[in-house]
């Protein structure tokens, strides 16, 4: 996804009812690259919930992972997402595992505007692939003999649990950052209580560039 020149909006004007809006999705869909324009944009903070978890183990998640398990991280993830929705209202980036317990899927669900950025199995291996940070601080999830078999096998129990709570889905490949947001922004100026309309137009509709 590329940069191009959005414009800082009024928080307060553009979120609903002064709810956080919450980013999901698999790895490699955008969600922390989105997530801090769109925080920008709004005029607000970002609670990237992995990054909390790092600053606070003082290990990366991959770290955590191996030298504590993944329930362990789960338990961290948990509460990192119950200090974020309690924070005063912004963009909150969730790990794509987040939504695995239920717990966490009722509390961003009613956090406030869940917005799904979703990519194509090409286009998450892409991204993964290009950032060198993937390797050393993003852990193997499953016992898939390649990259491509793990996405799919990850993409296929993670994304029924997305759209259960998404009330915006967005289609990432091939979109600029900043039609995202503009995208996201103008769900929530639907969902404001003056703005009318339903949150899933246009946003939902995912337009290709």
Not at 74 to 103: M, Q
Not at 148 to 175: K, M
Not at 183 to 201: F, M, N, V, W
């Amino acid at each position: 996804m590329s940069r191009g020149g959005s414009r800082p909006g009024s928080g307060a004007a553009a979120r609903a009812g002064g709810a956080h809006v919450v980013l999901i999705g698999h790895r490699g869909a955008g969600k922390s690259t989105v997530g801090r324009a769109l925080a920008q944009h709004l005029g607000c903070e970002l609670h990237d919930t992995d990054e909390a978890i790092q600053a606070e183990a003082g290990r990366s998640i991959a770290e955590i992972f191996q030298q504590d398990g993944e329930a362990a991280f789960r338990d961290l993830e948990s509460e990192a997402i119950r200090r974020a929705v309690a924070r005063p209202a912004g963009v909150i980036s969730v790990g794509g595992g987040a939504l695995l317990r239920p717990a966490n899927r009722d509390l961003l669900r009613e956090a406030g505007l869940c917005v799904w950025l979703r990519a194509s199995v090409e286009e998450h291996g892409r991204r993964l692939a290009a950032d060198p940070c993937s390797a050393t601080l993003r852990p193997r999830l499953t016992d898939a003999p390649a990259a491509r078999a793990e996405l799919e096998q990850l993409l296929a129990q993670r994304e029924p649990l997305y759209a259960a709570i998404a009330s915006v889905t967005i289609q990432t490949d091939g979109r600029s950052v900043d039609t995202i947001v503009a995208e996201i922004a103008s769900a929530l100026r639907l969902r404001a209580p003056d703005g009318g309309g339903a949150a899933e137009a246009p946003a939902a509709r995912g337009r290709r560039e």
